[in-house]
């Protein structure tokens, strides 16, 4: 199994700009989670979702939106990329219930918005 | 917010010695998770210790959960130069917010080990 994937590794956007951080996995799981990671802040909830065609907000969804048209994938969008959306990004996905399973992490993706 | 936080924010120490980092937690708990990440990389999966539960092992890390006290521990013992990383906590809630329950985490331990 390859895990959890994400793509781009690294990616460098103008202010304004779009674009789609991708996220898949392979090991059939039903939750899916984006998260942030800054520096002294820890990881904190974007964007989440218990099963194909179900997603939900976590603790800082502005600016990003979601779908998950299928089990496997859960890509994360940027609608108008600002400065304060620099962070790292990671996608994680559990088997089940979050809250309750341990979760597996992607590589993660470090954006940069100029 | 629900979450906690890790303490120390960063520790130093000697290659075997043994290594402990704390975090306290707010709110009602199903389970506490431990997740290493190493620079640039992904967290990873130590442990999960449920409510019920007072102290895990696993190889050379032992958690210990105090619910009463709302926090828990991660002793690394004979600790390694690759031991080397950050150390988070991951609060798993006992009831629902949204479509699911929420697992929030505080801002890390940075742990190096000096060889």
């Known amino acids: 199994n390859a895990g959890v994937t994400q793509t781009p590794k690294f990616q460098v956007l103008k202010t304004g700009q779009s674009m789609t951080l991708q996220c898949a996995q392979d090991m059939n799981h039903e939750y899916m989670s984006w998260y942030r990671q800054d520096p002294g802040m820890g990881l904190r909830l974007i964007h989440y979702s218990v099963g194909a065609g179900i997603t939900d907000q976590g603790e800082v969804p502005n600016g990003y939106n979601v779908s998950r048209s299928t089990t496997e994938d859960f890509p994360l969008r940027l609608l108008s990329a600002a400065p304060s959306q620099t962070s790292v990004y990671f996608c994680a996905s559990s088997m089940r219930d979050r809250a309750a399973y341990e979760q597996y992490f992607g590589p993660g993706t470090r954006l940069t918005v100029t | 917010s629900q979450q906690g936080e890790e303490d120390p924010q960063a520790l130093s120490i000697q290659e075997g010695e043994n290594a402990t980092m704390n975090c306290s937690y707010k709110?009602?708990?199903?389970?506490l998770q431990w997740y290493r990440q190493n620079s640039g990389r992904g967290l990873v999966h130590l442990i999960l210790i449920r409510s019920n539960e007072r102290e895990k092992h696993s190889g050379r890390l032992r958690v210990t959960l105090d619910t009463s006290k709302k926090s828990s521990s991660l002793l690394i013992t004979a600790s390694r130069a690759a031991d080397t990383a950050s150390y988070f906590c991951?609060?798993?809630?006992?009831?629902?917010?949204?479509?699911?329950?929420?697992?929030?985490f505080g801002s890390g331990t940075q742990l190096t080990v000096l060889p």
């Open positions: 991951g609060q798993g809630a006992s009831i629902s917010s949204g479509s699911a329950r929420q697992l929030t």
């Open positions: 709110t009602s708990i199903n389970n």
